[in-house]
């Protein structure tokens, strides 16, 4: 292992990559119901990685060091992972891009096989309504809540890493138990941190964004907020603001609608909430890069 590996697991596969500016240990597990990746990269220059997502899948995400950007190979913004996080997230079959900067990025993930976790969902209300609503739409990706890395989620973690495949009597058993212990633990914390006032803001907008009166007056008027108070919680948790929210779903809908092949600039506009062609044609030009007649 080199020098700067921090989580030696024992049971896993490894492997030293060497990059064109660094190198990359990972470490991986196949068990039966579930695969387990474990990246340290250490790196002297940034870093883009591409790679591709074969089948609806559920990643069980840890940022345990570091930043990672992920974003759609046009260029669009997926997420940021800061250091200390966790979600899941939910990938259809498509094409990703990760971005690092130089230094220390430890990444863990969990992607559980998909048939099993659908019998298995029912256990954690959450993850199951975030991914029957994946699973049944139309959308590329959706990620849930982060949750910090603390507390039970740690100390779970941290057993899961220092499992002895030369002690434990069915090593396969007890990766399986750590790992419903995880998805319990995260599907709680979500469950609490769902409450917070911004998430009410943020499943309001993604409920009523077709609405052209859509805007920070009407959510300041309907959760009894002031304007800078809804911006700056909303911009701590999700890193933009409202009303950059509402025009990225909005266009990302728009997008969708034309991908489906059915509806003109003109049918699509206001379906998601725009006022007049004019100003949505500028605003997908400028999001996208092409007008929206290019995507018909």
């Known amino acids: 292992m080199p020098g700067y590996s921090r989580y030696p697991v024992n049971y896993t596969d490894a492997e030293l990559i060497r990059l064109e500016g660094g190198t990359l240990l990972r470490q991986y597990h196949s068990h039966y119901l579930f695969y387990i990746e474990l990246y340290e990269f250490n790196l002297d220059k940034e870093l883009s990685m591409s790679y591709q997502v074969e089948g609806p899948t559920l990643f069980l995400f840890f940022m345990l060091e570091g930043r990672i950007r992920f974003s759609t190979p046009d260029g669009n913004l997926i997420t940021e992972a800061e250091k200390g996080t966790c979600y899941a997230t939910f990938n259809n079959p498509g094409d990703y891009i990760g971005n690092l900067q130089p230094g220390i990025h430890r990444i863990f993930y969990i ?58 009597a069915d090593i396969e058993a007890e990766l399986l138990r750590f790992f419903k212990q995880l998805l319990a633990q995260y599907d709680e914390m979500v469950s609490i941190k769902l409450e917070q006032p911004v998430y009410r803001v943020k499943n309001f907008m993604e409920k009523n964004y077709t609405d052209s009166e859509l805007s920070n007056q009407t959510l300041i008027r309907t959760f009894h907020i002031t304007e800078k108070t809804l911006i700056e919680n909303f911009k701590e948790e999700f890193g933009t603001t409202p009303h950059a929210f509402l025009i990225n779903l909005r266009l990302q809908k728009a997008k969708q609608l034309f991908a489906a092949g059915q509806l003109s600039t003109n049918e699509v506009y206001s379906q998601i909430g725009y006022k007049d062609v004019q100003s949505f044609r500028i605003q997908f030009k400028k999001f996208f890069g092409y007008p929206p007649s290019d995507s018909l």
């Open 111 to 168: 992607a559980p096989r998909m048939e099993w976790l659908k019998k298995d969902i029912g256990q954690y209300p959450k993850l199951k309504a975030f991914v029957f609503d994946l699973d049944n739409g139309s959308s590329l990706y959706g990620h849930m809540p982060r949750c910090p890395i603390a507390g039970p989620i740690y100390r779970t973690l941290l057993q899961l890493y220092e499992l002895n495949d030369h002690k434990a």
